[in-house]
């Protein structure tokens, strides 16, 4: 996966304008008899410039380019610079510079003006990274904060992230493995808003090894991150050992298999969230220093309405991510009430009053 790094600069492309008109009227040796000889756009370009394309279509604004030099960002921008100006869409492109590795602003300013010579605008942001939740969601959070700055910077409506179909089959496995509900294993949608931004990923269905094959088909040499090869990352080793191997032992097609998967939960998980919205209002109420649910229309849900409803109550009103097995606790003072006390939460306390479950502050 890469979104912000940088990379070496392009071979320049063979000129269209090549092939001198000759004396027995053709020009040049790209025309025969009359037919036009140019070499065909190589399999991979195609599929990720009609990616793009896709897209792109109905976008209002620019877009940035999130870029990190890697071959998936790098095809990405590529494509981008051929198609959005067909589209008639601003395109810049965006390194975000983490400064976790020695030489990292040499290699952002190599991706910058790898980006140029593609034709893109381009600008190199330098970030901080905290340490809240380790090294890679720490360089994540800092990664998007400056592409969504750069985009309003830029007056752009869209953010283009280069994630591909492996990417998704590496974050469905990883939510496997640590138990984390359907939602994680919906993986990473194509298309989602946030604060008036929207974030694309138009490389979703696209394989690695296309990213790649674009990328030397256009003459282009991808920067390699060491980080991408680093066991000590849970990603890199479910990438290099556990996909593999599961390739191995099953036969191939697993990451289009898990990448399915993660299409037909997040379905599941957008019907969800649409029953959750037609249903809140009318059984949710203020509580003092809090809020409240009716016991009784919590009850009458399935279990997975209910559990849902729990953490999305809990999620929106104090900004708390519930476990399943805090989730499954305070579901039971609804369906196994015995008069159990209150349950501490992180950020906020669950308890049964009467005809109702009450969340306040802690």
């Given at each position: 996966?890469?979104?912000?790094?940088?990379?070496?600069?392009?071979?320049?492309?063979?000129?269209?304008?090549?092939?001198?008109?000759?004396?027995?009227g053709c020009r040049g040796d790209r025309y025969?008899?009359?037919?036009?000889?140019?070499?065909?756009?190589?399999?991979?370009?195609?599929?990720?410039?009609?990616?793009?394309?896709?897209?792109?279509?109905?976008?209002?604004?620019?877009?940035?380019?999130?870029?990190?030099?890697?071959?998936?960002?790098?095809?990405?921008?590529?494509?981008?610079?051929?198609?959005?100006?067909?589209?008639?869409?601003?395109?810049?492109?965006?390194?975000?510079?983490?400064?976790?590795?020695?030489?990292?602003?040499?290699?952002?300013?190599?991706?910058?003006?790898?980006?140029?010579?593609?034709?893109?605008?381009?600008?190199?942001?330098?970030?901080?990274?905290?340490?809240?939740?380790?090294?890679?969601?720490?360089?994540?959070?800092?990664?998007?904060?400056?592409?969504?700055?750069?985009?309003?910077?830029?007056?752009?409506?869209?953010?283009?992230?280069?994630?591909?179909?492996?990417?998704?089959?590496?974050?469905?496995?990883?939510?496997?493995?640590?138990?984390?509900?359907?939602?994680?294993?919906?993986?990473?949608?194509?298309?989602?808003?946030?604060?008036?931004?929207?974030?694309?990923?138009?490389?979703?269905?696209?394989?690695?090894?296309?990213?790649?094959?674009?990328?030397?088909?256009?003459?282009?040499?991808?920067?390699?991150?060491?980080?991408?090869?680093?066991?000590?990352?849970?990603?890199?080793?479910?990438?290099?050992?556990?996909?593999?191997?599961?390739?191995?032992?099953?036969?191939?097609?697993?990451?289009?298999?898990?990448?399915?998967?993660?299409?037909?939960?997040?379905?599941?998980?957008?019907?969800?969230?649409?029953?959750?919205?037609?249903?809140?209002?009318?059984?949710?109420?203020?509580?003092?220093?809090?809020?409240?649910?009716?016991?009784?229309?919590?009850?009458?849900?399935?279990?997975?309405?209910?559990?849902?409803?729990?953490?999305?109550?809990?999620?929106?009103?104090?900004?708390?991510?519930?476990?399943?097995?805090?989730?499954?606790?305070?579901?039971?003072?609804?369906?196994?009430?015995?008069?159990?006390?209150?349950?501490?939460?992180?950020?906020?306390?669950?308890?049964?009053?009467?005809?109702?479950?009450?969340?306040?502050?802690?």
């Amino acid at each position: 996966m890469d979104e912000g790094g940088g990379a070496p600069a392009a071979r320049p492309r063979p000129s269209r304008a090549s092939g001198a008109q000759t004396g027995n009227g053709c020009r040049g040796d790209r025309y025969r008899g009359g037919v036009d000889h140019r070499p065909s756009l190589d399999p991979a370009v195609a599929e990720i410039r009609l990616a793009v394309r896709t897209a792109l279509t109905g976008l209002d604004g620019g877009v940035v380019v999130g870029l990190s030099g890697g071959a998936d960002s790098l095809s990405l921008a590529a494509a981008v610079a051929f198609e959005a100006p067909k589209a008639g869409i601003a395109a810049t492109a965006v390194v975000v510079d983490h400064g976790l590795q020695d030489g990292s602003d040499a290699v952002a300013g190599h991706a910058a003006d790898l980006a140029r010579g593609l034709g893109l605008d381009a600008r190199v942001v330098r970030v901080e990274v905290g340490a809240d939740g380790g090294p890679e969601a720490a360089a994540r959070v800092a990664r998007r904060a400056a592409l969504a700055t750069a985009a309003r910077e830029a007056g752009a409506a869209a953010i283009l992230l280069a994630h591909t179909l492996d990417d998704q089959a590496e974050s469905v496995l990883l939510g496997l493995a640590r138990g984390s509900g359907a939602t994680s294993l919906a993986g990473m949608a194509p298309a989602r808003s946030d604060d008036g931004l929207a974030w694309v990923r138009p490389l979703l269905t696209v394989r690695r090894t296309t990213t790649r094959a674009a990328c030397a088909a256009e003459g282009l040499e991808p920067w390699d991150d060491p980080h991408n090869v680093d066991r000590r990352f849970a990603r890199v080793r479910v990438r290099l050992d556990v996909l593999p191997l599961l390739e191995t032992q099953i036969g191939p097609g697993v990451a289009e298999a898990l990448a399915r998967t993660a299409d037909q939960l997040r379905e599941d998980a957008e019907a969800f969230a649409d029953m959750i919205d037609e249903t809140i209002e009318d059984i949710v109420e203020p509580a003092e220093a809090g809020i409240a649910i009716s016991v009784a229309a919590l009850a009458a849900n399935p279990a997975a309405l209910r559990h849902r409803i729990i953490r999305h109550v809990v999620g929106s009103e104090f900004g708390v991510a519930l476990t399943r097995a805090q989730t499954l606790e305070v579901a039971r003072l609804v369906t196994g009430w015995t008069g159990q006390g209150p349950i501490d939460l992180p950020g906020c306390r669950a308890r049964r009053v009467g005809a109702r479950l009450e969340f306040t502050a802690a």
